[in-house]
């Protein structure tokens, strides 16, 4: 038989999947490894969607989505984020991970050069093998609390021509950064000096501790933004699978062209949970983040305590913690911590070159569990050293 596509086969799987999948062959294995909120999705949600169900929301939807529930994401849009954007400009999409990759196939010719953040949410560099598209990446500072170096940046923009596309991420996976204003402000000058689209992921933008949340299309009218948002994380409904993307005209045009191609449309039932979660009472989601503020502080706090924190994360649910004192590679540390002591984490390694000696550990878990393998991880490493 002839040989599969290579581009696929030879796909870096993510190393957070990797360890998902080891993590599940033991009920026991405490789960920090994954993004996925413990909460459920908030009854209100759930009724509304049974009720669209009921009342016929069960076939196909326009490519972009239901047309009232992109009037409610225009209207959130419009209020939380800052910038106007009409029904024509938002793509509904099937989870920010597939905005995300529509995004970049539409912006993206093969051998177009792709800036990821080191370190970053895995499936950016997934997507841009699948678009066939070069990665540069650019350093993140970590005494300012990960914020990207624009002095380093400019000049990778300066040596990198093909650049076209600049994918930011605020506030971060794994990071926990929040951009400030001026970051912001410097990370569109960037775009526009070196003519690059702005892919700017705003998939926690409702889990922040400190700071606020900056949208950079509120700042640039230019239409070189692609905003990309979700209802996983702050709504708890990473199972609905509803993403949503706002950019120009143009921009959103070929998404909802490519949607047909690729999944049709996002499915009728979920777009509907996503407007009633986003038209609704937002008293959740400020639970949710008051809840992740606790679990954040005592992990930090425990983790402070052995030494072993590299930084306080101002938003987002995951906490980077030191395993350099074992000098284990990060998978090899992963898995001997499954193995030996019963806790599952992400392995820095697959967030970027700069993740070598730090692990992941995510607060989308229950509080008794996390404060349970976080104790288990700090005596790993005090053992292993
Ligand atoms: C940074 C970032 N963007 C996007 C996503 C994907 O969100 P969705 O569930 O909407 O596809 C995730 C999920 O972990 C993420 O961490």
């Known amino acids: 038989m002839k040989a599969t596509a290579r581009t696929i086969s030879g796909m870096r799987r993510s190393g957070i999947r990797e360890i998902m999948d080891l993590a599940a062959q ?3 294995v405490l789960r920090l490894e994954v993004g996925d909120p413990n909460f459920p999705t908030p009854t209100h949600i759930i009724e509304a969607a049974a009720q669209a169900a009921a009342d016929g929301f069960t076939k196909y939807t326009a490519n972009r989505g239901i047309p009232s529930v992109r009037e409610t994401l225009a209207t959130k849009i ?3 984020n800052g910038f106007e954007v009409g029904i024509d400009q938002l793509v509904v999409t099937t989870g920010a991970v597939t905005a995300l990759l529509q995004s970049l196939m539409v912006l993206c010719d093969p051998g ?10 895995p499936n950016y560099e997934m997507m841009t093998t699948v678009i066939d598209a070069p990665v540069r990446r650019y350093p993140l500072d970590p005494a300012r609390g990960f914020l990207p170096d624009l002095d380093a940046l400019d000049r990778i923009c300066r040596d990198t021509p093909l650049a076209k596309a600049l994918v930011i991420n605020s506030p971060a996976n794994p990071t926990g950064g929040v951009f400030d204003r001026p970051t912001v402000e410097g990370l569109i000058d960037i775009a526009n000096r070196y003519d690059l689209y702005l892919v700017s992921d705003e998939a926690y933008e409702d889990i922040i501790f400190e700071g606020g949340h900056i949208s950079p299309a509120s700042l640039n009218g230019s239409g070189r933004v692609i905003s990309v948002f979700t ?3 702050s709504y708890a409904m990473t199972g609905w699978r509803i993403g949503y993307v706002a950019a120009s005209q143009e921009v959103a045009a070929l998404i909802s062209k490519l949607q047909e191609a690729m999944t049709s449309c996002a499915t009728a039932v979920a777009q509907k949970a996503a407007q009633a979660a986003i038209g609704g009472d937002q008293a959740c989601v400020a639970e949710m983040r008051d809840a992740y503020r606790q679990r954040r502080d005592m992990t930090t706090d425990l983790l402070a305590e052995e030494g072993l924190l590299i930084t ?3 938003g987002a649910f995951y906490v980077l913690a030191d395993t350099s004192p074992t000098g284990l590679d990060g998978y090899e ?4 911590l499954i193995v030996q002591r019963g806790v599952a984490l992400a392995p820095g390694e697959t967030f970027g070159s700069t993740g070598s000696g730090k692990v992941r550990i ?3 878990t229950a509080p008794a569990d996390l ?3 976080v104790r288990r991880f700090c005596a790993a490493v005090r053992d292993w050293s």
């Open 333 to 336: 540390f992963c898995r001997k």
């Open 312 to 314: 306080k994360p101002h």
């Open 26 to 28: 033991d009920r026991d």
């Open 371 to 373: 404060e349970e393998g």
């Open 231 to 233: 209802v996983s994380k």
């Open 112 to 121: 177009d050069v792709v800036l990821l953040p080191d370190l970053a949410w």
């Open 78 to 80: 419009a209020m939380q």
């Open 362 to 364: 995510s607060l989308a």
